[in-house]
């Protein structure tokens, strides 16, 4: 339960319709047009491993993560959100640490995130949740498009560097 709220803040497994609350609240979550890196394809085939937080019938938060279909060791991070009233209060550790043990229980030992240099609240946060931070690695998205990529393994074996 974060301090102050009246309700525990609950996470659960997010839903396809999941996304019909959550695209028109990233713009201003971010302060800037965010939106199109998250097309609702991501919550149509990776709800199972995405997670919503709520409080009541308020999102709070949300999660989209991946199991990578290409490396059977590796999951990813693609988005977070957390409504700014509820930040500062762990929710957005509570997610990445449910979307640890959902990747640990599929046998996945590797989990990225990446994010814009700019965002030093980001770095800051990986850094924290144990995520071995690189860069920025210039035209990683593409000419322009620099990013900070972010490493933490599950397992405490370091052999797996992809």
């Keep these: 339960m974060l301090s102050g709220m009246d ?25 800037r047009p965010i939106n199109a890196a ?30 990578s ?10 988005f ?6 509820f930040r500062g209060g762990g929710l957005a550790r509570r997610l990445y640490t449910r979307f640890f043990e959902l990747a640990r229980a ?4 590797v989990v990225r995130a990446i994010t814009s240099p700019s965002n030093h609240g980001s770095v800051a946060f990986h850094e924290a949740m144990g995520f071995t931070v690189t860069g920025p690695i210039a ?5 322009s498009a620099d990013r900070m ?3 933490r393994r599950l397992d405490g074996d370091a052999s797996d560097s992809r």
């Design 7 to 31: 309700q525990p803040v609950r996470l659960r497994q997010a839903r396809p319709a999941d996304y019909d609350r959550i695209a028109p609240v990233v713009d201003d979550w971010w302060g």
């Design 38 to 67: 998250l097309p609702r394809l991501f919550l149509d085939h990776f709800f199972r491993t995405s997670l919503v937080a709520e409080q009541g019938d308020e999102l709070a938060g949300f999660l989209v993560g991946i199991l």
């Design 69 to 78: 279909p290409s490396s059977d060791t590796g999951a990813y991070i693609h």
């Design 80 to 85: 977070v959100g957390i409504a700014p009233r």
């Design 106 to 109: 599929d046998g996945r030992s």
């Design 139 to 143: 035209g990683y998205d593409g000419p």
């Design 149 to 151: 990529l972010f490493h």
